[in-house]
T-cell receptor, first 117, second 113 residues
Framework: GAVVSQHPSWVICKSGTSVKIECRSL??????MFWYRQFPKQSLMLMAT?????????EQGVEKDKFLINHASLTLSTLTVTSAHPEDSSFYIC?????????????FGPGTRLTVL | GNSVTQMEGPVTLSEEAFLTINCTYT??????LFWYVQYPGEGLQLLLK?????DKGSNKGFEATYRKETTSFHLEKGSVQVSDSAVYFC????????????FGTGTQLKVEL
């Protein structure tokens, strides 16, 4: 089946530093990748939609200068949390979709737990 | 806009009990419907999906039927196991929503011996 990986699985950083999270589709090409944020015991909040070779589309309320997304290839998207602060601590999850139709399934990565001290 | 409403949890059942997790939706047009499962400490996994009215998605003993008339996609399993303990998310994807997934709040299921 379709596998999506994320790296790292967890990261602890100091306030003010930047953290990069990678999302890879291992056995398929993903024209579209999504980044979500999940707070404890809550649902997933879509942060942005990333299409290969173009700028990401951010959801309302998400700071594009703080959460930098790059989708350089059909198998890799990265999320960089710039100048991280404790309130950015969260579980970040990416997903990748094989096609552009609403019937196409999104396959999720295992998530990255970010803790900002 | 699109929205998904799930029954609140946690739901606690004994092993081999029957499971129903209710899910209703609001959407423009004809969305695709999904159930995802999240085991502790892991990301979401697709459990099943249905892409048109009256379709039944099934996997690992779980089933859900796309009911257009009641805008529902309830998840059922005839006999749960301890290993089914997880959080279950109902979601939809529709053309009017830019093909993005809209999730419900999730329902935690605990299965005890």
């Amino acid at each position: 089946g379709a596998v999506v990986s994320q790296h790292p699985s967890w990261v602890i950083c100091k306030s003010g530093t930047s953290v990069k999270i990678e999302c890879r589709s291992l056995d398929f090409q993903a024209t579209t990748m999504f980044w979500y944020r999940q707070f404890p015991k809550q649902s997933l909040m879509l942060m942005a939609t990333s299409n290969e070779g173009s700028k990401a589309t951010y959801e309302q309320g998400v700071e594009k200068d703080k959460f930098l997304i790059n989708h350089a290839s059909l198998t890799l998207s990265t999320l960089t949390v710039t100048s991280a602060h404790p309130e950015d601590s969260s579980f970040y999850i990416c997903s990748a979709r094989t096609g552009a139709r609403d019937t196409d399934t999104q396959y999720f990565g295992p998530g990255t737990r970010l803790t900002v001290l | 806009g699109n929205s998904v409403t799930q029954m609140e949890g946690p739901v606690t059942l004994s092993e081999e009990a029957f499971l129903t997790i209710n899910c209703t939706y609001t959407a423009t047009g004809y969305p695709s419907l999904f159930w995802y499962v999240q085991y502790p400490g892991e990301g979401l996994q697709l459990l099943l999906k249905a892409t048109k009215a009256d379709d039944k998605g099934s996997n690992k003993g779980f089933e859900a039927t796309y009911r257009k008339e009641t805008t529902s996609f309830h998840l059922e399993k005839g006999s749960v196991q301890v290993s089914d303990s997880a959080v279950y998310f109902c979601a939809l994807s529709g053309p009017r929503g830019g093909n993005k997934l809209t999730f419900g709040t999730g329902t935690q299921l605990k299965v005890e011996l």
